[in-house]
């Protein structure tokens, strides 16, 4: 199946899919973190919905779980690709903390592949921090309050 396969799907064709892969999880994981899990799928679709972009805190979370992440990001994946042909793959940040990318399957068994996108994210991460820093600078310069 390609990328144009998906073309013709309606957004009822995407939420059947992301029902019936809810539904699978279901099964297979424990009540409280599937309840985590529908929490989220449910805040995040209305997100989408109201036009935001999507970011979901999950700040410190314990019942937030690496299984929990793991499904969300396919379940994520699900409702914005309308593909279920990818996989949840580690993908560890600059500092080594743990964290996970949804890549296709071709890219999940291609060693070199999954290293090229890590050193990318890698890269824009280290972009992206040098620009808070800076954004941080002019703001403590300008007397506007940086407390998050």
């Not at 996989?87 to 070199?112: H, I, K």
């Amino acid at each position: 199946m390609n990328d144009n396969d998906h073309a013709d799907e309606t957004p009822q064709d995407r939420i059947a899919k992301v029902a019936l892969y809810l539904e699978s999880v279901k099964a297979r994981m424990p009540p409280e973190q599937f309840e985590t899990l529908r929490q989220a799928v449910h805040e995040m679709a209305h997100l989408i919905a109201d036009g935001h972009e999507g970011f979901l805190e999950t700040g410190d979370r314990k019942d937030f779980t690496d299984d929990v992440q793991k499904e969300f990001l396919t379940v994520m994946a699900i409702m914005t690709t309308g593909r279920m042909d990818h996989q949840v793959v580690d993908m560890p940040g600059p500092d080594g903390s743990p964290g996970y990318a949804v890549v296709t399957q071709e890219l999940a068994n291609d060693p070199t592949g999954l290293a090229e996108l890590r050193d990318k994210i890698h890269h824009w991460a280290a972009e992206r921090e040098a620009i808070d820093t800076k954004l941080d600078g002019i703001a403590r310069a300008s007397g506007i309050d940086t407390d998050h």
